[in-house]
């Protein structure tokens, strides 16, 4: 098995009108890489995001606007180095964690998904906290094996995964990718991450949103088992 390096990974996310954020999200990857990641954005946004973004050194895909999975499922899907880390560009996940990330993917795991639930997640809103340990219990129960966070936006993937899996979700994305891989057999790992308040606005309902997710693992698990 091949040991992947920086250089080996490209750290992706959906980009919609976080100028607040975007400058300390893209600085905090270079640092902890030395620059040799490669960053993609897709960005929906009307605001500086993508002027700062593509100053900063990173690839920016164009995309109206349609929600977070449309956007994230084109950021997973274009790089060609063999590693994808996914993070939200709202400065919540630590970037401090991508070598312990890469070190698990090296040590032969398929996905490593940050978990901010097992530690706290005490600067996540309350309302979020709850409909977040409910969607991990949720899927626990379909999948018949136990997860702890099924909503973070911090998770490495093998590429190789992410291409060989067809995503039908949009708000319920984030799920997906994990759910989809955990119940073909791929190598899952959580690890416990420190989670911070967000920069900016947030750009989901939680009301909506959360409904939407719900219904996502509901259906993804249903579909897997049927495959079983
Ligand atoms: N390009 C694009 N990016 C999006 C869209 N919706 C959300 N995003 C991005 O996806 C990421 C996740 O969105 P957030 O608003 O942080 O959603 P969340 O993490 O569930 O909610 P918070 O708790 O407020 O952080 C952020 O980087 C957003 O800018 C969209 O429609 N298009
Ligand atoms: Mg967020």
Redesign the pocket.
Known sequence: MSTYTFDDLAVV??????EQ?IGSVLADIDRITDGRAEIVC????DDRTPEIARKMGARVVE?E????G???KEAVLTPDRPVVVT????D?YPMEFLPKFLELINEGYDVVSGDRISPGAET??TL?RWGNVGFARLASFLMGATVHDT?T?MRAYRRDLLHDIEWTENTGLSAELLLRPAMRGYKIAEVPIPYRE?AG????DPFS?GAAIAKSIVKVCLEERARW
Not at 13 to 18: A, D, F, R
Not at 65 to 68: D, E, I, T, V
Not at 201 to 204: D, H, R, Y
């Open positions: 996310m959906g980009t919609y009108n976080e954020a897709v960005d929906g946004s995309q606007p349609q929600g977070y449309v956007a994230v993070t939200d560009c709202d919540t996540m809103p979020n909503t936006g967000r606005e947030t750009k989901l949103g």
